[in-house]
């Protein structure tokens, strides 16, 4: 089983920046697709970004341009780096680990990641 513990969040202005790291224990993660989602009280958890084990990303319409996920499989961690932050991004943000097999269509669906770590909220205000 593997743990994931994620950081780096907090209070930021509009267009701050904010870099958030996710820690993996437990076991590698390095064959694994790894994932950020995000999610406000009363909504459904979103897709964010994702990375292959192979290195591609995969971003959504509304973080692409202004997000980059990264991964550093030497030390198990995975990254968000948060540029031009706006209010809309305020949310608690996930760090999950995804099936290896998932096909490009898929890497934005939520049920292709099992292993969830517990958030850290990022709140874009003036």
Do not use: H
């Given at each position: 089983?593997?743990?994931?513990?994620?950081?780096?969040?907090?209070?930021?202005?509009?267009?701050?920046?904010?870099?958030?790291?996710?820690a993996?224990?437990?076991?590698t993660?390095?064959?694994?697709?790894?994932?950020?989602?995000?999610?406000?009280?009363?909504?459904?958890?979103?897709?964010?970004?994702?990375?292959?084990?192979?290195?591609?990303?995969?971003?959504?319409?509304?973080?692409?341009?202004?997000?980059?996920?990264?991964?550093?499989?030497a030390?198990?961690?995975?990254?968000?780096?948060?540029n031009?932050?706006?209010?809309?991004?305020?949310?608690i943000?996930?760090?999950?680990?995804?099936?290896?097999?998932?096909?490009?269509?898929?890497?934005?669906?939520?049920?292709?990641?099992?292993?969830?770590?517990?958030?850290?909220?990022?709140?874009?205000?003036?």
């Open positions: 089983q593997v743990l994931l513990e994620e950081s780096g969040g907090g209070l930021v202005q509009p267009g701050g920046s904010l870099r958030l790291s996710c993996a224990s437990g076991r993660v390095s064959s694994n697709n790894m994932g950020w989602f995000r999610q406000v009280p009363g909504k459904e958890r979103e897709f964010v970004a994702a990375i292959r084990y192979s290195g591609t990303t995969y971003y959504s319409a509304a973080v692409r341009g202004r997000f980059t996920i990264s991964r550093d499989n030390e198990n961690m995975v990254y968000l780096q948060m031009n932050l706006k209010p809309e991004d305020t949310a943000y996930y760090c999950a680990v995804g099936r290896r097999s998932t096909i490009t269509s898929e890497m934005m669906n939520i049920g292709r990641y099992d292993d969830w770590g517990r958030g850290t909220q990022v709140t874009v205000s003036s």
